[in-house]
């Protein structure tokens, strides 16, 4: 009987190495399964793993900063125990803004969508209006959750603007909406999407947890050679309705790119994980960040 693991993850294109793993037989030949669920936000994703109703978080690495820091949007019981156990992507966000949006001052008075107002991808908007002369006072910031959640605020005119990452960004830009502005602009990496859990239930399932790591490196590794780009694009179709072939080898060329899509083998961005700690050190409510250790743990990759 293979072992059952909870996974739960934002919705996105860089899912696409679990849905590789479980199709491919990637999966199968460890003896694991999966139950696959998406989050309609950070908070919820964390109470899940806090309470441990799930096993696995693909998160971003800010939110394992912020939860082990005390600066999480809600403060859970065991948040100290949380590590990203694997890198995922280098990842860029995407300022998406509505078409009336066309530049940064065209941004005051307006409200903007956030997944939460303390979490990392808030931040990198901070370090872009601030860059751009539009103060956080010129706009309203608005907790709204999960990619999908933000963009249908910004496409229903709710919001002005969101951050997204693909798919969103070339749906959004398919609809005639705006890209504003993107995060390579403003840093030179960022580690963006990571495997998390806590030590507590690594301690005590290592060898599930090295099989479904091992599992999803060949999901990757899959999803990476070029010799399967078409049955990945159609793979990643057949598992993310919202994506119209018209804008899925926008989405793939996004989701391939060294700049900001996934990364090979899994491997932790050093440079990604000091602008991390850089902007959480200055737009968070402690001191200083700079312990690369207090968050990862590579022992079972």
Do not use: C
Not at 70 to 76: E, F, K
Not at 137 to 155: C, H, I, M, Q, Y
């Amino acid at each position: 009987m293979p072992v059952s693991l909870r996974i739960l993850a934002f919705p996105g294109a860089p899912n696409l190495p679990i849905f590789a793993a479980r199709e491919q037989g990637f999966l199968a030949e460890r003896d694991l399964s999966i139950e696959f669920e998406t989050t309609p936000s950070s908070v919820y994703q964390f109470e899940q793993l806090s309470a441990g109703s799930v096993d696995i978080a693909m998160t971003a690495f800010d939110n394992i900063v912020a939860y082990r820091e005390g600066q999480g949007a809600v403060t859970l019981a065991g948040a100290n125990d949380f590590r990203a156990i694997m890198g995922a992507t280098q990842i860029e966000l995407s300022f998406i803004t509505s078409p009336e949006v066309k530049e940064y001052t065209d941004l005051k008075g307006k409200t903007l969508a956030l997944d939460a107002l303390t979490t990392g991808f808030a931040f990198v908007l901070y370090e872009m209006l601030e860059r751009n002369g539009v103060a956080r006072s010129d706009v309203e910031l608005v907790a709204v959750g999960s990619t999908p959640d933000r963009w249908n605020s910004v496409k229903d005119g709710t919001h002005a603007g969101t951050l997204g990452i693909e798919p969103f960004t070339s749906i959004a830009r398919a609809a005639g909406f705006n890209i504003l502005d993107t995060s390579s602009n403003v840093v030179d990496a960022y580690q963006g999407g990571i495997i998390a859990t806590s030590m507590a239930w690594a301690n005590e399932n290592e060898s599930t947890l090295t099989a479904w790591l091992g599992a999803y490196r060949a999901g990757l590794a899959w999803t990476l050679d070029p010799a399967n780009y078409d049955a990945a694009r159609e793979l990643l179709l057949a598992n993310m309705p919202a994506i119209k072939p018209g804008v899925a080898d926008a989405v793939m060329a996004s989701l391939l790119s060294s700049a900001s899509g996934l990364t090979p083998d899994g491997a932790f961005l050093t440079e990604g994980i000091d602008t991390v700690l850089r902007l959480r050190s200055r737009y968070g409510t402690g001191g200083a960040l700079s312990d690369h250790a207090r968050y990862v743990e590579t022992r079972f990759a």
